[in-house]
């Protein structure tokens, strides 16, 4: 009954910036959490970022502190990413994920739901 939907995808050059959002539909988000998770072709989904629903507590995947910022609107169930001086290895399909009993998300066995995915390139 949950559903994810991605956007904000698309071509940058490295250095620049996108933000990614995420729409949750189905029902109204109390006790969750929403991260994020990235696949290149080739290798495995990992994590990047993740947000509770209470308190607002933050989690980054190494690679992207200090350049991803995750925040939500829980009013409007949204969550983004904003992502600054994005490198090259930063490509890769981004989908939005959650977690249904507030389970911060950072590993696939905690996902509850997946969005769709959106395409995010950078170029050097």
């Known amino acids: 009954q949950v559903q994810l939907v991605e956007s904000g995808g698309g071509l940058v050059q490295a250095g620049g910036s996108l933000r990614l959002t995420c729409i949750a539909s189905g029902r109204t988000f109390t006790n969750d959490a929403m991260g994020w998770f990235r696949q290149a072709p080739g290798k495995e989904r990992e994590f990047v970022a993740t947000?509770?629903?209470?308190?607002?507590?933050?989690y980054y995947a190494d690679a992207v502190k200090g350049r991803f910022t995750i925040s939500r609107n829980n009013a409007k169930n949204t969550v983004y990413l904003q992502m600054n001086n994005l490198k090259p290895e930063d490509t890769a399909v981004y989908y939005c994920a959650a977690n249904l009993g507030g389970t911060r998300v950072n590993a696939i066995t905690v996902v509850d739901v997946w969005g769709q995915g959106t395409q995010v390139t950078v170029s050097s």
């Open positions: 947000i509770t629903w209470n308190v607002g507590s933050t």
